[in-house]
């Protein structure tokens, strides 16, 4: 009689198959757990990217201003050109991620720039009148350096209660006040045509969001003093080449 036996294969599972098919225990409970700490860390980076523009438009040109020598205009244009193409490598950064097609990153790169371009007019052109003490400092608001209007704009878009109570000044203004003329005060028009300084209310606004402010201006390159004149405030300004 044969010995000769037939064996059929059942189902089996290698040892690299079974370990495929088995989660780590609590995997799913440490993504939950990293969710909160990865979503802060994003809305970090989009708070940086968000600042990283204002930045260079307002700092840079200030630098420009005062370093290179360029006039108020020259400035703001250098300033403005490179925030624009920031704007755009955002832009193309941002496509490429969503994996836009060519077309659409063309749109959004032009988009970008023209933003930029848009903002930059704002600025210097308009204030509103809930963030002017009167109509008479809206119509000085234009006098002033462009750009510490475009400073004043990027702190009242971030404090929609900023104020701005003094902006031009003339000598007739200090004799109003029962104050001697200051003939060297930058409130004063400069050679180059502008106003070099504004005051902005301190007054009724809670004390950390005067210090905010005073930081704000000091890290885009003013200068900032709190005093008493005829009213306790802040005084900001741009100081001139040379």
Known sequence: ?????????????????A?????PKGSG?????RLPLRLLRW??????????????????GVFAYQQW????????VVSAAATALLLVLYAWALGRRLGAGKGLKWLM????????VAYVAYSVVYVGSANVKSEEVRAEYAALHPLLRLAASAVILADQGAVITDASRTPDFYRRMGLSPNESSLHFRQDDGFVHALDLRTVGRPEWRNRAVELTFRALGFNTLRHVGTADHLHVSVKAPG
Request: proline residues 8%; positive net charge.
């Open 1 to 17: 009689m044969s010995t000769l036996r037939v064996e059929y294969p059942g189902p089996q599972r290698t040892e690299g198959t």
């Open 19 to 23: 370990a495929k098919h088995r989660r």
């Open 29 to 33: 409970g440490g993504r939950v757990r």
């Open 69 to 76: 020598g360029l006039g108020p205009w020259p400035s703001l």
């Open 109 to 116: 790169t032009r988009g970008a720039a023209a933003l930029a």
């Open 43 to 60: 809305a970090a980076l989009a708070v940086v990217l968000a600042i990283v523009p204002f930045f260079l438009l307002i700092r840079g």
